[in-house]
């Protein structure tokens, strides 16, 4: 396991450092970064030749992507727009939308997993095809509209009880005061219906793949033998089946947390909630280009670490990974 984890990071550093390096190339070719300040007349243009200066933009793409980077390594993003620094804004944008793609991703994938093994063990019966429905329908519902309904329902419920059950903006009271159990309940309060958003419509693709991937390996060969051996169905199903159809559903599970850190930028919009997502739009609104690129390698680092946290994943599975 610690060859096949070595083995992974060094595929892993290169590949982190390609991505900072097409990200930086992006973000720089995607126009004046100081366009805003040169359309306002009020701009003193001591002001624009400094902040020219401090993104080096006299200077070759390559000689600046080897500033940033180096900067960078040392815990230095830079400053945005405002001159406030990058990385403060990373350290308390990135725990917010952690806590609630990691909320979502865990429900999601204990319901869809159990979903699809349920599914695919009573295959064409009536169970398999409502939960084959709501997969195709929450499957193909789209990720603010439901995000807009659930805030709405909550809103509804909280007027017809009198009081306030789901808290549907923010991710936290302002001006709370209590202790930590206090501070946990609200926390979890305000995680709920953002939280089951992103559930729905990943318990959709997981319950699929689950599905599908259980059904293709109940009539292996290891899995007759086992059967053959006089086991139980659910123990052949658990021990042996199942264990060897969580393979897809591993590396699909690894590449949506990246995506899930990205794509919960309209989750957190309706939600109003001050995490990657409002980081994100408050840089491209106002072509931050430190900002962007700090949040785009953030991502980047995020998907490989992912990647392979999923090869790790595959060798406690399957142990021929092992030696591959």
Not at 8 to 22: D, E, G, H, K
């Amino acid at each position: 396991m610690i060859a096949l984890v070595g083995r992974r990071l060094l595929v892993a550093v290169p590949l982190i450092a390609l991505a900072s390096f097409l990200s930086f190339v992006l973000v720089a070719s995607s126009g004046d970064p100081l366009e805003s300040l040169r359309l306002n007349p009020r701009t003193p243009a001591a002001v624009i030749e400094r902040r020219s200066n401090e993104l080096h933009l006299d200077r070759p793409i390559v000689v600046r992507y080897g500033i940033w980077i180096s900067d960078a390594l040392r815990g230095d993003l830079g400053k945005d727009n405002t001159e406030n620094p990058v990385g403060a804004q990373l350290r308390r944008a990135l725990p917010v939308t952690l806590r609630l793609v990691l909320a979502a991703e865990i429900v999601a994938v204990l319901v869809g997993v159990a979903l699809g093994a349920a599914s695919a063990e009573k295959q064409y019966s009536w169970f398999d095809v409502a939960t084959t429905s709501f997969s195709f329908i929450a499957f193909a519902l789209p990720v603010f509209w439901l995000a807009a309904v659930f805030k709405d329902l909550g809103i509804r419920i909280n007027r017809a009880l009198g009081h306030r059950l789901f808290f549907t903006v923010q991710q936290q009271s302002p001006g709370l005061h209590g202790g930590t159990w206090t501070r946990i309940g609200d926390a979890f309060g305000h995680l709920i219906l953002p939280a089951l958003t992103l559930v729905v419509v990943n318990v959709a693709t997981y319950s699929r793949f689950q599905r599908a991937s259980l059904l293709d390996v109940r009539n292996a060969d290891y899995v007759r033998t086992a059967r053959g051996k006089g086991l139980s169905e659910g123990r052949v199903t658990i021990r042996h089946a199942l264990r060897n159809a969580l393979l897809p559903v591993t590396t699909l599970v690894a590449l949506d947390f990246g995506q899930l850190l990205g794509g919960a930028v309209l989750t957190e919009r309706v939600f109003q909630w001050q995490g990657m997502g409002t980081l994100l739009v408050n840089a491209v609104t106002k072509r931050d280009v430190n900002l962007m690129q700090a949040w785009l390698v953030v991502i980047a680092v995020t998907v490989v670490i992912f990647n392979l946290v999923a090869d790790v994943m595959y060798g406690v599975l399957d142990p021929r990974t092992r030696r591959g």
